[in-house]
């Protein structure tokens, strides 16, 4: 059940335990070319696009263990149904549901994951609500460093996106795959990707506007493996995709892109090894965490990306 109230035009959304509003942003700035929000003196701003409406909203930390919520630009809904659908896309975004607890306490005696989870403690698996935007940002940081990836969505999402203005900023809406499906290769050449890639792209936005791929189904599939299987067939999506997108945006816990290259040089690095790890490695280490590959993963990596 989530716990939430309103005052004027603000909601206050009660944050679980443990969770630290900074630790997370520090994790939201990891590039300075993000372009879906923007953060200014500890506080988030972005534009959500709930059910009919799109709301810009401010989201900040209250002394009272609550996150704020504060609607700007005369973007705040009437409806119940659209604030419950505002605290569910933020609570999804955050990944509140999520009880972390039993995974630190066993965590602490893993001297592996212990430097980390006491150093990034309260930091929650940041996701990515839309099945489109996690499917495009998965193909746009195919084998490119993440920095390139940032700028290639930057690109994609000022020249196919729409945006709200506010004090002189544009706040970015991600492009629909509605509008993405009646695009060809070519409209999208001057984006500095391959034509390959701009081919996946457009292809998941076909299967999404036939209706032949959806979020709603893939989370009625019960079993990871399936839903692991349902985006392989998909042109474009291998393991590292399918199971970025089951990690981000499907929350399976026990996802796990064991060919992360941020994951392989962190072992690397943490173990003191003179070679990258074989996959058998990995899953050996990450063995005592099954169905918690996904903090598995996050925890390792910011023990060196944050060291």
């Known amino acids: 059940m989530r716990t939430w109230s309103e005052s004027k035009n603000r909601i206050f959304i009660k944050t679980p335990e443990p969770f630290d509003f900074k630790v997370n942003l520090d994790y ?3 590039d300075s070319n993000e372009c879906m929000y923007e953060i200014e003196e500890n506080m988030i701003i972005r534009v959500m696009e709930i059910n009919h409406l799109r709301a810009l909203v401010r989201i900040s930390e209250t002394d009272s263990e609550c996150l704020a919520v504060e609607f ?4 705040k809904p009437e409806l119940l ?3 419950e659908a505002v605290v569910n896309y933020i609570c999804e975004w955050f990944d509140f549901d999520t009880d972390l607890m039993p995974f630190y306490e066993s965590g602490r005696q893993d001297l592996l994951l212990k430097p980390a989870i006491e150093r990034f403690y309260g930091l929650r698996i940041m996701g ?5 935007e996690g499917l495009c940002w998965g193909i746009l940081g195919q084998q490119i460093n993440l920095k390139f990836a940032y700028t290639l969505k930057r690109q994609f999402v000022e020249k196919f996106g729409e945006h709200l203005d506010y004090n002189g900023k544009n706040y970015w809406v991600f492009p629909s795959y509605e509008k993405i499906s009646k ?5 999208m050449a001057d984006i500095k990707m391959t034509k390959r890639k701009r081919e996946y792209i457009i292809g998941v936005a ?3 506007a036939n209706g032949d791929l959806s979020k709603e189904n893939l989370l009625h599939v019960d079993d990871l493996k399936q839903a692991e299987k349902e985006l392989i067939r998909i042109r474009g999506i291998g393991p590292w995709t399918a199971n ?8 399976y816990p026990d996802a796990f892109p064991i060919d992360d290259v941020g994951l392989i040089n962190a072992i690397q690095f943490v173990k003191g090894m003179e070679r990258k790890p ?8 990450s063995a005592a965490w099954s169905t918690w590959e996904v903090c598995y993963v996050l925890s390792v990596e910011n023990a060196v990306l944050n060291g």
Request: proline share 0%; glycine share 2%.
């Open 28 to 30: 939201l700035q990891r």
């Open 206 to 208: 076909k299967l999404m």
């Open 183 to 187: 695009l060809t290769a070519e409209d």
């Open 128 to 132: 990515l609500n839309d099945l489109f």
């Open 278 to 285: 074989t996959k058998a490695e990995i899953r050996e280490l």
């Open 244 to 251: 970025y997108v089951l990690m981000r945006c499907l929350r």
């Open 72 to 75: 700007i630009a005369g973007t």
């Open 81 to 83: 149904e659209d604030k």
